[in-house]
T-cell receptor, first 114, second 115 residues
Framework: GNSVTQMEGPVTLSEEAFLTINCTYT??????LFWYVQYPGEGLQLLLK?????DKGSNKGFEATYRKETTSFHLEKGSVQVSDSAVYFC?????????????FGKGTLLTVNP | DVKVTQSSRYLVKRTGEKVFLECVQD?????MFWYRQDPGLGLRLIYF???????EKGDIPEGYSVSREKKERFSLILESASTNQTSMYLC??????????????FGQGTRLTVV
């Protein structure tokens, strides 16, 4: 079946530090890959996505590249801000037929200190 | 602005009660989902629905049922609440179709405590 493994948290960084959150996956076929973010007290919202190998998703200074050869989709940001403090979830979709289901990693809590 | 609305942010229920969690979306999406979120376990799919009156079990359906009588509304039912169902419940919706285009939109969550 499908599975997503992302690095354990929590991750604590100082403002302007470089961020990497590792994510690897197991899936058959050609899944789409996503990063979702959950700010305190809120639901999840899509941060970025990539739908095929070598695609790069980007948004709000975050980037992730779909690497099929290493089955990875690592999240990076060059300079984090306090407002980036949140839980980050890596996810994949690999629908059987026309239905759409997401498989999530366990989430990584990021805290950015001023 | 697209929206998925869950009826309650916080609920406290007693063991053995029947509990209804309601979710409404205004995007005319075919797919709707219920997840529960627990520390260290991430999000786990309870049930999903791809059409009115259609439903499929997710990874952890035991102790839950669902109802989808109208396209915009998807209800999660705890037939007899137990303390191990204390959790954050998240509803989501998405379009039907090729999964590359099917971003999921989430509600703000319902934090349920069963005492």
């Amino acid at each position: 079946g499908n599975s997503v493994t992302q690095m354990e948290g929590p991750v604590t960084l100082s403002e302007e530090a470089f961020l990497t959150i590792n994510c690897t996956y197991t899936a058959t076929g050609y899944p789409s890959l996503f990063w979702y973010v959950q700010y305190p007290g809120e639901g999840l919202q899509l941060l970025l996505k990539a739908t095929k190998a070598d695609d790069k998703g980007s948004n709000k200074g975050f980037e992730a590249t779909y690497r099929k050869e290493t089955t990875s989709f690592h999240l990076e940001k060059g300079s984090v801000q306090v407002s980036d403090s949140a839980v980050y979830f890596c996810a994949l979709s690999n629908s059987g037929g026309s239905n759409y289901k997401l498989t999530f990693g366990k989430g990584t809590l990021l805290t950015v200190n001023p | 602005d697209v929206k998925v609305t869950q009826s309650s942010r916080y609920l406290v229920k007693r063991t053995g009660e029947k509990v209804f969690l309601e979710c409404v979306q205004d995007m005319d999406h075919e797919n709707m989902f219920w997840y529960r979120q627990d520390p260290g376990l991430g999000l786990r799919l309870i049930y999903f629905s791809y059409d009115v009156k259609m439903k499929e079990k997710g990874d952890i359906p035991e102790g839950y049922s669902v109802s989808r009588e109208k396209k915009e509304r998807f209800s999660l039912i705890l037939e007899s609440a137990s303390t191990n169902q204390t959790s954050m419940y998240l509803c989501a919706s998405s379009l039907w179709g090729p999964h590359q285009n099917t971003e999921a939109f989430f509600g703000q969550g319902t934090r349920l405590t069963v005492v």
